[in-house]
């Protein structure tokens, strides 16, 4: 394969660790500016690269990568692909693609190493020392996941990966696909809400699966929260996984965090003297308004930098609550005036 045109810069130098962003399609995740801004501040700008098709403007000051050759690939799994899903078929196809675009494109440019971060994802803290002490030359790669009672759930939100693990994953969704009975039980599973009751076939749920039934060489990243690391699952829940469950702010229901000299914490729950914080290095921002919170974490220069950045996202958050308001109502118009009788 040709490896894809690189937008910028000119010259691309490898990185001891490079993050991953991958941006399809010409609408924007909210406050992607925000996300590698931060991310280029706690990594380095020379370990962001940015992975798109379109916008190329928008991030010529990071490693922007021209992916397009690797979208139009026709790959067995295009022919494979089932679709069972609420969720749009593009949508849910492409966080499928994804996973062997960033195979190809890793393999294309020499690239052994490489976390990827999805574009809602913002990375507080500088993940080369996590790669090092807890990663190289021990695990293939990385994951989250944590298991309640018969059910389990798998993430790659956030997560290091090496070209085998890449690989051996790529390899396990086309076999999937291909043995129909194999396929037929994970979809059985699947809409069992085995998956802690996520009923659509996603890239996740394979991942879950994967991880599972092949039991690969990679670590859980959640368990660094033993040794003071915490990535977070999903800012909006209590429970992150490991050990810890942390106070959600009354309003917004996201964690409680509070800046400190070195970075973000979050307020451990059930302690009844002193408030106990654990270090975040990451924040997951997962939900349709949780995202417009983004601003209000960033880390900033000055003084006006961090209330401009209040105020956006503030507009942000009562903007889309209003739009789910709204919503709401027009839905719950629309339901009774279906149920009325016809008029005489």
Known sequence: MTTASIAHPANLKQPELPVFFLQMGSNT????????????????????????DTNFHLYQDYNCIDITPYTKVERPFDKLYQHYSTNKYFFEKTCFDRWFIMNELALDLGIPNFVHADCDVLILQDLKPI?????????????????????????AHTSFWSNKLLTDFCNFINAKYTDKEAFDVLLKDTLAGKFLDNRNVSDMILLDVFRTETKPSALNLLSLEDKGISIDFNLSAPFNGCKNHYVLTPGTGIKKMIRMADGL?????GNTGQPVYAKFYTMHFQGYVTKTLIPLHVSTKSTFERLTNYALGKAYYFNRKLRLFRNRVKSTVKNFAGKQPDSV
């Open 131 to 155: 790669f090092r002490e807890h990663i190289k030359d021990k695990y293939e790669g990385t994951m989250m996941f944590f298991e309640r009672e018969e059910g389990s759930v798998t993430s």
């Open 29 to 52: 995740s909210l406050f992607f500016d925000k996300i590698l801004q931060q991310a280029a501040l706690s990594n380095g700008r020379e370990n962001v690269y940015v992975l798109t």
């Open 265 to 269: 914490y979050a307020q451990v729950a």
